[in-house]
């Protein structure tokens, strides 16, 4: 009886594991195409001083391309399912845009577009699109200068609306003042420009609301002018108060803006890692709740995003825990359950003594984030750059964690509805010499399927999985191939059933 017992709790525990842990899967038939696994494997491609994209400014359009290109292949190669591209550093664009200059750091000079001519955020999604990657467009919403430009455009918000900016310091800064009415329309309709006009599929913020403090030499920010019209208008609330008040109501307007044009784009925040100091207990570091006038722990609680990615760039030990820090966000997501994918601090890996960031926290810490799986899907790299200059070796590591390749787990809460199961037709054929399987898929039913999964079953009974853009049509799968197994996903992740089919000897 004991024995029993024992045995039913430890089948209770393992099915457990199993469900919080990709790669555990209940017992099935050998025969059965084996689940595929769903996780978020992203990184920001910084376009800030040139950080990752173009290497330059003024590069040809040539050049910028065939650099583009090279991320992305990079990105298929590493099994990363998303990007994230930096479409705004500074109330300027990567793109062609009515509202705002083009970047200097596209093209060497404010307000000049790329020659030859050429949309780059219109490349990029195609690009993306083309390797079965999501390309989602990361805004920063307020900065208006960043110490890094030398060119200033006539169309720059800091000369055509110079009393919605203001000067930080001496060393190059502006910021649009967050309480300024004009600034969250100008801002929210930078977004909703880009939501209409490009195939992107999410809308992202990092951790950029009021600044921090350091930029503008340890002062506070410089809004008294709105802040004694506010108290003019007989306004209760404190400060602080005040100033989150107009962040939060600007974050809401994204949030609802985003799906009232696109109900298949994610939104998305990568606030500071930090709430507030103590919460959980034990974690010191900044306040962003009266630095940053951020309260991200209320969009995440209202349900304001798609996904959550909190910058958790320490280590699993010490003051600011990794474990300690995603443990708290997935408590605090119970009740829109949400996605979550940290950000994780890869940039920071070091391979000399004593180094607190090491090759083997990018391990560890993604091991975490696997544990905690559903609770948390997946994780972002700060930089694109540390991975393909294989830092550390932080590439060879991701490489080696993501070798088979995943889903982004489904956002059902704005869709969960599967498109069509496929039209399959297979049939042998030759590669380089060898057998191999040519399998040809078309969809059926209204909706577009983003990708295809594709699984093939070879004569030793190994199953091998393909993930193919939805616009590919077919793919060739060498060996000697006696069952494939075909699925469509649309733009939301959603999987259809999968269309079985065997190829006779």
Known sequence: MRTSLKRMLWLAAFALLAAMTPGIAAAQDANDPPAIQRE????????????????KPGLSTEQQQKEALAILDKAKELNLNALIFQVRPMADAMYKSSLEPWSEFLTGEQGKAPEPFYDPLEFWVTEAHKRGIELHAWFNPYRANHPAAKTMSNDSVVKKHPNWVRKLGDKGYYWMDPAE???????????????????????????????????????????????AAYQKTGGKMTRSEWRRDAVNKFVKSIHDGVHATRNDVLFGMSPFG???????????????YEALYADAKLWLNEGWVDYWTPQLYWPIKGDQSYTALLGWWCQENKTHKVHIWPGMGTYRAETKPGAKWTPQELRDQIAVTRKMYPAASGNVHFTFNTLSGNKAGTGDIVKELYAQPALIPASTWLDDKAPGKPSVDVAKASQNGANAVTVSI????????????????????????????????????????????????????????????????
């Open 274 to 288: 930090i709430w507030r100091p103590n919460n959980p207990i034990g974690v010191k570091g900044l306040d962003q």
């Open 181 to 227: 009415p004009g600034v969250q329309k100008l801002s929210l309709d930078v977004v909703l420009d880009v939501v209409k006009r490009y195939d992107v599929d999410g809308v992202h913020f990092d951790d950029y609301f009021y600044p921090y403090d350091s930029y503008n030499d340890g002062k506070d920010f410089p809004d008294d002018d709105l802040w």
């Open 442 to 505: 078309k969809p059926t039913g209204k909706e577009r399927a983003f990708l295809y999964t594709v699984q093939a079953q070879d004569e030793a009974g190994a199953w091998k999985t393909l993930i193919v853009p939805g616009d590919q049509g077919s793919v060739t799968i060498p060996g000697n191939i006696g069952k494939v197994a075909v699925s469509a996903v649309d733009d939301l992740g959603n999987a259809s059933d999968k269309e079985v089919k065997k190829i006779s000897k």
């Open 40 to 55: 978020f494997r992203a990184a920001w491609v910084s376009t800030v001083a040139n950080i990752d994209w173009p290497s």
